[in-house]
Nanobody, 125 residues
Framework: QVQLVESGGGSVQAGGSLRLSCAAS????????MGWFRQAPGTEREGVAD????????YYADSVKGRFTLSLDNAKNTLFLQMNSLKPEDTGIYYC??????????????????WGQGTQVTVSS
């Protein structure tokens, strides 16, 4: 059974940093798409960043480019999201997700079939 376990959320002031981690287990495929999404109250789930574990470029949403960095430790099946220069509009629940190859082309939450439980990120002004 595939599982994604997130950690690292919290509360920071604007301009601060947080690092999220997502440990994957039980995946039967050698390569797949992994990413982070976020959702604020009353809004649709938004893609933040994703990467194909088999190699390739990393996708970032325009709203986080230059501030967030996605990294992957393949040996540990762990995905990290380093978030710097945080803004109040970054507040939300952050979800780790995994999907097939196409998920890394579409960047849409609809193509990610496995989700973590979510971790809250709150940025105060």
């Amino acid at each position: 059974q595939v599982q994604l376990v997130e950690s690292g959320g919290g509360s920071v002031q604007a301009g601060g940093s947080l690092r999220l981690s997502c440990a994957a287990s039980g995946y039967t495929y050698n390569s797949y798409c992994m990413g982070w999404f976020r959702q604020a109250p009353g809004t649709e789930r938004e893609g933040v960043a994703d990467v194909y574990t088999g190699g390739g470029s990393t996708y970032y949403a325009d709203s986080v480019k230059g501030r967030f960095t996605l990294s992957l430790d393949n040996a540990k099946n762990t995905l990290f999201l380093q978030m710097n220069s945080l803004k109040p509009e970054d507040t939300g629940i952050y979800y780790c997700a995994a999907g097939n190859t196409y998920a890394c082309y579409s960047h849409s939450w609809r193509n990610f079939g496995v989700w973590g439980q979510g971790t809250q990120v709150t940025v105060s002004s």
